[in-house]
């Protein structure tokens, strides 16, 4: 038998939890620290790469890392409830073990995108793996250029990393807009899709990136608004996801024509996405 | 050709099952399967090809990859390679050329496949050449033959009085080494070949990906899988935790993963139910593109090797060289 050091591309690394959070009605944050040599393996994983995190005796699941290695090695996760494995996730408490396997697949290319304005739209729990990508920016703002964020869900209390936006709001040459398709009492943002608030806010497509991460219909219509905002495919990144079981490229089960979301992703460019066989929609 | 007699074989198969686990064409109820056999006595001789595929012995309906124990807070894994060496006896020419194409994606593709690999380098391939095509095989359309000896490492072929013999590996050479062979002049009689079904160039594939086609065929699928199931190259998996009895009072669980099928209505379902594949045709295109234009781009091999399982399996008539010779015609 060998050891479980990661030769084994389908053992997962153990880890302890040290935060669970209530982000919003069924969606938690979960702060993993990892137990057995698995610090290694993650010291230097990207914005956008993802994820299997196993509730043992319940299976395992492919989720986006949603924080950044330079702010420490506690690997974070958004988990919204919706099936066994994240049902089970959600029983769970700080100092309960947990499986990590990855970090897996591609990124979005933070270099490439320096010194140029960024536009990210993140719809419901969408937002958690560009939460690295803001990160990134902010920890490094001087590299990148403004920074616009645009943050949509379908009801105020499920909008994800509010105490989080004071200082997104707060950082140089950053806004950050918000908006619900259904408002409570107490709202004072927008109201509406996330690509009304775009052609709203309107960014100019000069030196621009776009960065979306949401539903398949809402990545739809919102590469449809930033085309007539004048953004190239080539300008625009998307993140897909697929329901995968192993993440290295074998089980077949996220592929989009002859590409794996998990080996060729997930990260592509819209002038990728534009050129696959298959739709994700 | 180097000939045995049928004794000398089944003496050496007989020594042989008492050092390694041999499997071998064996009536199971009623049902012909590659199954370990006790003694020579046990194998099938006489079969077109057993139901399912040898596929299974490298990559099982239902592995276990890991054994969790739980106790509270802690948990311990124990990782469950599968050990022990196997020789297959029998083995058809293409299932030797699915396990081919597996290997492109499972060894030959990084990252390797542990468990697989692991079964792969404990086996060796012993194959007997088919005297004639079955009604449904065509292997001879898709780069193969019922005598192909190229991804075995031992080759048969019946012969009067005995079987011909073929080392064609050094692994196989090493399992030969203690059996009798005689040199006799002549060589085996060609096997008798069925008609050949056109195979349309893998770039004949993309420009017909929105035909109305596949809709068209997919009226009469059930999604039953049973196509995947019976497949020598389908390797699409699922992977869950079901529970153990426990032990010493602590929670215990496996990890398996079992196989799975992109006919499947679920199979490309993702989180919050959105479904991109959610009719019949996109599934059934899928399962086709897949053998002759996805994973060859993907890991360099085609993925049918021209059994015809999925043809004599399917219970509602999809033949796959019906699809073969369509887009033979459309594309010329």
């Not at chain 1, 998990?262 to 990728?272: K, L, N, W």
């Not at chain 2, 193969?144 to 012969?159: C, F, H, K, S, T």
Request: charged residues 25%; hydrophobic residues 40%.
């Amino acid at each position: 038998m060998t050891s479980l050091n990661g030769s084994n591309g389908m053992a997962p690394y153990l880890g302890k939890l040290v935060v669970v959070k209530d982000m919003a009605p069924e969606i938690k944050l979960f702060g993993v620290e990892l137990l057995n040599g698995g610090n290694a393996r993650f010291a230097d994983y990207k914005p956008g790469q993802f994820a299997f995190v196993s509730a043992f005796g319940a299976g395992e699941a492919p989720f986006g890392i949603a924080s950044s290695p330079q702010r420490g090695e506690v690997l974070e996760f958004a988990v919204q409830r919706l099936g066994s494995v994240t049902t089970e996730l959600h029983e769970m408490g700080e100092g309960d073990t947990v499986g990590v396997r990855g970090p897996l697949g591609n990124h979005f290319p933070m270099d490439a995108f320096k010194g140029k304005d960024l536009v990210v739209l993140g719809g419901g729990i969408g937002g958690a793996p560009l939460r690295p990508v803001l990160q990134t920016v902010l920890d490094n703002r001087a590299d990148y250029g403004h920074l616009t964020i645009l943050w949509a869900a379908r009801h105020p209390s499920l909008l994800i990393f509010r105490d989080e936006y004071e200082s997104w709001r707060s950082a140089p040459d950053t806004e950050l807009h918000l908006t619900v398709d259904e408002p409570d009492a107490g709202w004072e943002h927008d109201v509406g899709l996330s690509t009304t608030l775009l052609e709203k806010v309107a960014p100019s497509p000069k030196d621009a990136i776009a960065i979306t991460c949401g539903p398949p219909v809402m990545i739809y219509y919102a590469d449809k608004t930033f085309q007539a905002l004048g953004f190239t495919p080539e300008q625009s990144y998307v993140t897909l996801e697929a329901r995968m079981h192993c993440g290295i490229g074998k089980c077949g089960r996220c592929n989009l024509g002859d590409k794996l979301i998990c080996m060729d992703g997930p990260v592509f460019s819209m002038a990728e996405v534009g050129n696959l066989m298959e739709s994700f929609l | 050709m180097k000939v045995v007699s049928r004794d000398g074989l089944a003496a050496w198969l007989d020594s042989l099952a008492q050092q390694k686990t041999l499997v071998a064409p064996r009536d199971v109820d009623g049902v012909l399967l590659y199954r370990p056999v006790a003694s020579s006595a046990e194998i099938v001789w006489d079969y077109t090809r057993p139901v399912l595929s040898i596929k299974e012995a490298f990559f099982p309906a239902t592995e276990r990859l890991l054994v969790i124990e739980k106790n509270q807070q802690r948990v311990e894994l124990q990782e469950t390679l599968p050990e022990g060496e196997q020789v297959i006896v029998g083995v058809r020419p293409c299932d030797a050329r699915g396990v081919k194409a597996l290997d492109t994606l499972f060894i030959e593709t990084e990252p390797v496949d542990t468990y697989y690999a692991r079964r792969r380098a404990n086996t060796t391939l012993v194959g007997l050449a088919c005297k004639e095509m079955g009604e449904t095989c065509f292997c001879t359309s898709v780069g193969g033959a019922p005598d192909d000896p190229r991804d075995v490492d031992v080759m048969l072929a019946e012969v009067e009085g005995g079987y011909a013999v073929q080392a064609v590996t050094e692994k196989g050479e090493a399992l030969l080494a203690g059996l009798a062979l005689q040199d006799v002049p002549g060589e085996p009689p060609k096997p008798v070949l069925n008609e050949p079904v056109p195979l349309p160039e893998t770039e004949a594939w993309p420009p017909h990906f929105d035909d109305q086609f596949w809709e068209d065929m997919a009226e009469r699928c059930l999604s039953c899988r049973i196509c995947a199931y019976v497949c020598p190259t389908c390797r699409c998996f699922d992977v869950r935790d079901e529970a153990l009895p426990a032990h010493n009072g602590h929670n215990r669980y496996e990890r398996i993963r079992c196989w799975d099928s992109c006919t499947g209505e679920v199979y490309r379902r993702i989180a919050g139910g959105h479904n991109p594949r959610a009719d019949k045709g996109q599934r059934l295109r899928n399962r086709f593109f897949c053998k002759f234009y996805y994973y060859p781009q993907q890991v360099g091999s085609a993925a049918c090797t021209g059994c015809g399982r999925c043809i004599d399996s399917c219970p509602v008539n999809i033949d796959i060289t019906e699809v073969m010779h369509h887009l033979a015609e459309v594309s010329r």
